[in-house]
């Protein structure tokens, strides 16, 4: 087997904005502090929690460069290029070269609606436009297909793709990846990317995690990934118990979207702890407010979360 | 009642590519040129038809400016401002300014996933950023979310929009809206997306249609409105019957993207006809072969239709 | 083309309960008799909008043998033979047989999850258990599956099915359904379920329509029928927009579901004009209350229906 | 905490037929002895699993009299009471009940469309009308919709439920039932139909696992729970990569439905173990044939499972 050169705990990065709705780079700066003190084994900048759907191309290269300056190489940048066809990712992936990235991560197509083949052709044509390693990303609930297991190890065996980040929500088929993967000798990087079933993702086999809630709480993330790396699975268990009731903060806000109720905690959390400034979301996701906000505060405090 | 400024056939054109996959523009132009001899009342370009999800912003100016040009003023053009959220689609309105077009045509956001409220700030957001029209395009297949009419006839009272080009597929929630439309005065302009069922969305009340067939039968279309302007319902039957007999050429293709197959049945119909080149279409979508492209052009023969 | 044994409007007849929630007959026979009475062609008892899901074997026995002694032969009785699988199926048909109904509705298995194939032997199976007239039920919103317009006529041409009601909400297919029929010879009598869209349905070519809201008000359907036979569309516009206002009594329930909410509306018109005894839903339906029902029977009053 | 009475690997029995399709009772009392031989802690009959939405009421009560007799008392027998809506589920549990099982299992409604409430409501009318122990079965893929956690919490904690079977393929809304169960003072037994994250869902907290795949090889099942219930999870996970490796079976047959491919190699291995005397399916269900039975002996085969 290789060893993979992506895996532990890559958070996704929230973008941080300030009151106008700004990017916030110092905050951007205090939180990706924190997260590398935290011991994080990587960043995965302009992920879905980074809010990349609601950023423009400007705002997507601060980002990007911010990530890389503040980084300084301590930790791998990955970034997600994220469009809706091969042509557009292609755009975004010559933004995240220049700024200086260590790996892209990209979705199937969406809006369009391709067939089996046509999500092939689109990894193809991306890993093909750039030397930058591409990590697959498996999200049906925003792109509404879902990546063919048998698909994705092809395009490892070929080295089209260097790991996958699943968010699909299925267990089963992340457990015949991991299996499929490992029969072909393990050519793929394969990371979780569901906050609260990390404990059996890695007792599947999963290489690492891309929990939003690291952005809350890094520390416990990477005890929790020693501890299976050390085959402690009773502290493994404990570990996820302990993340699994801080997660209960994105279920606290009532007839919002996913993005408000749920980055908007972490945003939420994070200003709490002083952190980042402000928990503003983008247009036109509403920023959490009142008892909201009071809920999530105590579920923070009883974690014992300090900045 | 207030008459619309847009109504009646208003195509979704077509983007035609060269072999090697590049904008041919001069195909485009004939591709126009037959469409405002056939009668259309406007272009609709950068629609889902017109392959706008796999255009770059370089391939999307040229289109846009090439549509101005050719249309010269003799009817409206109307651009698709494709994006995911608010501040994207802001980025493509400017371009769609900058090439002067009459109208612009967003859809709910994608990627992310709204709640009805942010469904209905984010076409205030890009409505508060231009003084062209806005429609709003429903077409819950691609973007997952339907429009609620409420929704639509209280912008369209307030002058955030103009229009509704509906592609849900939902004939009932079609039908809502255009009485409470007519109830609140008829500020919005209803289009039907749906080809097949031109005459019974006209004798519902509808103000047009945007038929992807129309770049094949701008014609027929044509004096189908025409017949049902005239109340001559036997008639607008008897068209509706033939250009539905001709819409079968997208059902050709097998075990393909719905792109390929009926995008994909359009060029190759043009192709046959002479008026574009190619049948060439954007990757990763593959352009249609052997007997399907057989079975589609004796379909389109069988309808008597030149260039 | 052949006159289809089926045709007209034939209604989704309620199932009356009484405050206990027993079916109330002597309701039920009121019922019935208003319908034949505002010149129906048929009744279609024991489909979703009978509550049959809610009924027990018993309980449904009591309706069929109600319908064929009320209809006393005036109308032809059509019965929903509602369960999963073509087993289960067959069971209820015997039920209908033994009651003596003039032909049975079936739909696609359900909570089994078949193949295209299965479903063909589905309903194949089921006509080959008995001599009455098979309908096909397209409705995926409860089945989860859509029927392929290719395969119901193919069985219609086997004799396999003599009619289809289309719930499926999909104007396009129902389009492609009946032009499918029609170069078959007809041998399929095609029903449109939706009632705000009856004008674009019999525009298409539909024999007839299958109303929830012809329960409350069976003549202006009937004189839409007739209006489209006489091809005055004018007319018939004008009806479909009087009985598309007064479905809206349907949309005045908030969080509850479908069946309590549309089913319950029926039933409160009724009541509210003294057809039947009491708006009461089977269990764990709900029934409505207080303002809703306020509101429902302005809108009932507004329509000038009587008993 | 308490301790759940109901714990362990509790397959869904499978219901053999005979080449005519009839129940093979000699079969199943076979299947049945060998799960118990295996270790196994409970039968669960007329389950998905066990084609219950393909057997009318004669066959179920046939299948339900066997399992009584044939445990006699040495593992208890939970039956699926599989219908629509309570009145129809109430039916069946007077079948269940004049059997003498020992605890029944409920979906949500199905081809009703229920409210939150509505299936709240569901539950506590089935309850109420039997002494017997009821489960919720979570099964949104046949169901179309998803058990709250909370309110399945609350239903135990009232005393109303007994225990879930969680098939809803949710692995985070798993997580959060066991810790909200948890949290309640454990008053639900719970249990994964998952037969591949068995490992993860017993790390988590499960009480135990309804593995269609223990059909064939309950013995490992057994294994796997034991090693849990020793904390020894190193072993937990070697037995279920070789469960998994089993578990392929399924995925062996191409453009069949998931009960034919599905439940179809399950009946297939055991033919092939001569457990049973034929992999017959249900009407409408084809049983497999040919290479597909080819794979899936190999696989059985090299797995090393005997009858």
Redesign the interface.
């Known amino acids: 087997m290789t060893t993979p050169a992506f895996r532990g705990v890559i958070p996704p990065v929230l973008t941080p904005l300030d009151a106008s709705g700004a990017f916030d780079e110092t905050a951007f700066e205090r939180l990706v502090e924190r997260l590398i003190a935290g011991g994080v084994h990587g960043l995965f900048v302009l992920g ?1 929690s980074g809010e990349v ?5 400007d ?1 997507r290269t601060r980002v990007l460069e911010a990530s890389v300056r503040v980084a300084a190489g301590r930790v791998p940048v990955i970034a997600g290029v ?1 469009e ?5 990712v292609i ?1 975004q992936v010559r933004l995240a070269e220049a700024a200086g990235v260590d790996a892209i991560v990209a979705t199937a ?7 089996a ?3 092939e ?2 990894f193809r ?1 991306i890993a093909a436009a750039t030397s930058l390693p591409l990590f697959a990303y498996d999200v049906p ?4 297909s879902k990546l063919d297991h048998a698909m994705l190890v092809r395009l490892g065996v070929e080295g089209v793709l260097a790991g996958v980040k699943d968010s699909s ?4 088929a992340f ?2 990846l991991v ?1 499929a993967n490992r029969a072909a000798g393990s050519p793929l990087a394969l990371f979780t990317g ?4 990390v ?3 890695l ?2 086999g999963a290489d690492g995690v891309v929990p939003g809630l690291g952005n809350v709480d890094p520390g416990r993330y990477v005890q929790l990934f020693d501890a299976a790396g050390a ?1 402690d ?2 502290r ?2 404990e570990l ?2 302990e993340v ?2 801080l997660f209960e903060i994105v279920f606290q806000a009532n ?6 109720a749920g980055l908007g905690a972490f945003k939420t959390a994070l200003a709490h702890l002083g952190v980042i400034s402000s928990n503003r979301m ?5 920023s959490l407010e009142g008892d909201t906000v009071a809920r999530i505060t105590a579920i923070v405090d009883r974690a014992g979360l300090s900045a």
Do not use: I, K
Not at 53 to 57: C, M, V
Not at 84 to 88: H, I, K, S, V
Not at 255 to 260: K, L, P, Q, T, Y
């Open positions: 879905s759907a609601f950023l423009s191309d705002e994220n809706m066809t091969p042509a557009r755009g197509p969406y809006y369009a609606r391709p067939s083949a046509e999500v052709t689109h044509t609930v925003r792109v509404h929500g299925d267990d089963v457990r015949r299996m569901h906050e609260v079933v404990d059996g993702a007792l599947a085959a699975w009773v493994v268990r996820q118990d699994a009731e007839g919002v979207s996913g993005e408000a983008s247009q036109p996701v509403p």
